[in-house]
């Protein structure tokens, strides 16, 4: 039972333009969701996160956007630079002090110069 | 404090044998997570300790794994008998009750 889901395993976009990555959950008591980014031979590292009472958190160039009443979040990356070609994982976890959290499959990005 | 370490970063056994896996979180925190991630997989949490005790344990985790936080410090993960199913990059991460949850490098495992 996949309760995270990141349908696409791949993404290529080009230096400068926008990035798109694409996130759906089916537990609709997740309330607390995650954007992680992996680079090879490293553990994933924290990107930006939101709570379910918000539908936008932004950070620098990083914005996720949440719709519940669709169970899809998505995390937006504008410009896209070389450096943010990774793998990003979304993940979900009941409040903000999860005990644990599900992941998506991941989807790898890669920024095309 | 440079961050959750764990080690070996990688480890080759041949099937049957034990292997016992160590992570060291980040000193101020008080939870520590095991998660694993097979290929084209995105983590799948194990385990997880708020300070020495051992709270919840995912289904996944079978007989043949068990894990230790003695005095809410570093952890230990081991697994008896390894099967080439248990082939996956083992993850350790940390958090102060649940916030800034922050992961190592991961240990990765090959049974042979």
């Known amino acids: 039972d996949q309760q995270v889901k990141q349908n696409s395993p791949s993404l290529s976009v080009q230096e400068g333009r926008i990035s798109i990555l694409n996130c759906d959950y089916t537990?609709?008591?997740?309330?607390?969701f995650l954007w992680y980014k992996k680079y090879p031979a490293e553990g994933p590292t924290f990107l930006i996160s939101?709570?379910?009472?918000?539908d936008k958190n932004e950070d620098g160039r990083f914005t996720v956007f949440l719709n519940k009443s669709a169970k899809h979040l998505s995390l937006h990356i504008v410009p896209s630079q070389p450096g943010d070609s990774a793998v990003y994982f979304c993940?979900?976890?009941?409040?903000?002090?999860?005990?644990?959290?599900?992941f998506g499959q991941g989807t790898r990005l890669t920024i095309n110069p | 404090d440079t961050g959750v370490s764990q080690d070996p970063r990688h480890k080759i056994t041949k099937r049957g044998q034990n292997v016992t896996f160590r992570c060291d979180p980040i000193s101020e925190h008080n939870r520590l997570y095991w998660y694993r991630q097979t290929l084209g997989q995105g983590p799948e949490f194990l385990t997880y300790?708020?300070?020495?005790?051992?709270?919840?344990k995912s289904r996944l985790l079978s007989n043949r794994f068990s894990a230790e936080r003695p005095k809410g410090s570093f952890s230990t993960l081991e697994i008896q008998r390894t099967e080439q199913g248990d082939s996956a990059m083992y993850l350790c991460a940390s958090s102060f009750s649940g916030f800034g949850y922050t992961f190592g490098s991961g240990t990765r495992l090959t049974v042979v």
């Open positions: 939101i709570s379910s009472i918000k």
């Open positions: 300790f708020q300070n020495e005790a051992q709270l919840e």
């Open positions: 993940a979900a976890g009941l409040g903000q002090g999860a005990q644990k959290l599900v």
């Open positions: 537990n609709s008591m997740f309330d607390y």
